[in-house]
């Protein structure tokens, strides 16, 4: 898809609007979430503009895989968290807010208070 000229992670994407890239790999990177839900809070976004995650190409899956497993390590390595959330929202009734397509790994602590849907 091409890019969308009101997208915030376009324009992240696209070196506009500066953010730290704490990961890059060449379809993907990864910035640590603006407004955190735990220390580390992190999300990994397609350089292109996409939607949802129907609309990522199949053949980028492996190199998608492999940045979230980096990033987790990482965050894992940094005693960030003892486990970890993968969540990805797709669509405005599923909560998505930003409409690029973006999956947020969340460090998780022992007894840390935050439910997730089980």
């Known amino acids: 898809m091409a890019k969308n000229q009101d997208c915030i992670f376009c324009k992240i994407a696209q070196g506009k609007i500066p953010a730290k890239k704490i990961k890059e790999t060449d379809n993907f990177f990864a910035v640590y979430d603006k407004f955190p ?20 190409p199949n053949s980028l899956g492996s190199e998608l895989i492999k ?3 980096d990033v987790a390590s990482d965050l894992m390595d940094k005693k960030l ?9 797709n669509l405005e009734p599923a909560g998505q ?18 439910k997730m849907i089980a």
């Open 37 to 56: 839900i735990t220390k580390g809070h992190t999300l990994i976004i397609p350089k292109k503009h996409f939607v949802t995650v129907l609309d990522i």
């Open 67 to 69: 940045i979230i497993k």
């Open 81 to 89: 968290g003892d486990g970890f959330n993968l969540v990805m929202n």
């Open 97 to 114: 807010a930003v409409m690029h397509a973006h999956i947020h790994i969340i460090p998780r602590k022992e007894k840390d208070g935050f």
